[in-house]
């Protein structure tokens, strides 16, 4: 029977858009403007194309973290995976266990992908 373990409330988080710029060698990243919170986060989302996948400079609207846990059980692999009811479309998916980074965790996004696969 599937147990709900932790839900928070969207309207504590805060986080802040962000400028990316990749190189061969690099991948650095800072935040820009102010605090928004999960709505305004949402409504910021949209597809970027870059002409080129190892050069690049671009504002995102998060920082956001994946992660792939695999466990080994009788000789073979398996991905933990989550279920998610995505309201807007009307579906339910498995994905990876991800998150988006807060503000206050932007300096440390592992931390973030720590607490998501704690919770």
């Known amino acids: 029977m599937p147990r ?3 839900r928070k ?3 504590n ?3 802040l858009p962000l400028f990316v710029e ?3 060698e690099s991948l650095s ?3 820009v403007g102010m605090p928004m919170n999960f709505s305004q986060t949402l409504q910021r989302r949209r597809k970027i194309d870059v002409p080129d996948t190892e050069r690049f400079a671009t504002e995102l609207a998060n920082l956001g973290v994946s992660v792939r846990l695999t466990v080994s059980w009788q000789n073979r692999d398996y991905w933990v995976l989550v279920r998610q009811r995505r309201q807007d479309r009307g579906d ?3 994905k990876l ?3 988006y980074v ?3 965790e932007l300096t440390l996004p592992l931390h973030t992908a720590i607490q998501e696969v704690a919770e």
Request: avoid cysteine; glycine fraction near 4%; proline fraction near 12%.
């Open 4 to 6: 709900t373990l932790i």
């Open 9 to 11: 409330n969207p309207s």
């Open 13 to 15: 988080f805060k986080t």
């Open 22 to 24: 990749a190189t061969p």
């Open 29 to 31: 990243y800072q935040s």
């Open 92 to 94: 339910v998916v498995l």
């Open 97 to 99: 266990i991800s998150g």
């Open 102 to 104: 807060p503000a206050h």
